[in-house]
């Protein structure tokens, strides 16, 4: 069973920066995708960014040049870097990582941390 544990949420101004990370724990094989998501209240849950294992990144259009999604393998983590925050990224942020365990090496399946606030005030 892999475990999640986020860090880094909190209250920031406008235009202010915030780092989130996600540490990955238990009886881990692999890691593949690991991605953040986010959802505000009365909204649907939406991709933040992702990536692979080579590290190829993917963002949601919302977050284009002000995200950076970053991982290190050997730490099984995967950080954040929310830079030019605005209001509307206030969320409660998930982690969420596609990986299999020891006991069934190729057998992959998606977590979820228990989410991190992050909100975007002045």
């Known amino acids: 069973q892999v475990m999640l544990v986020e860090s880094g949420g909190g209250l920031v101004q406008p235009g202010g920066s915030l780092r989130l990370s996600c540490a990955a724990s238990g009886s881990i094989f692999r890691i593949d995708t690991m991605a953040w998501y986010r959802q505000a209240p009365g909204m649907q849950r939406e991709l933040v960014a992702s990536t692979t294992r080579s590290s190829s990144a993917n963002y949601g259009d919302s977050v284009k040049g002000r995200f950076t999604i970053s991982r290190d393998n050997a730490k099984n983590t995967v950080y954040l870097q929310m830079n030019s925050l605005k209001p509307e990224d206030t969320a409660v942020y998930y982690c969420?990582?596609?990986?299999?365990?020891?006991?069934?090496?190729?057998?992959?399946?998606?977590?979820w941390g228990p989410g991190t606030q992050v909100t975007v005030s002045p």
């Open positions: 969420n990582v596609f990986a299999s365990s020891r006991s069934a090496p190729l057998f992959y399946y998606n977590s």
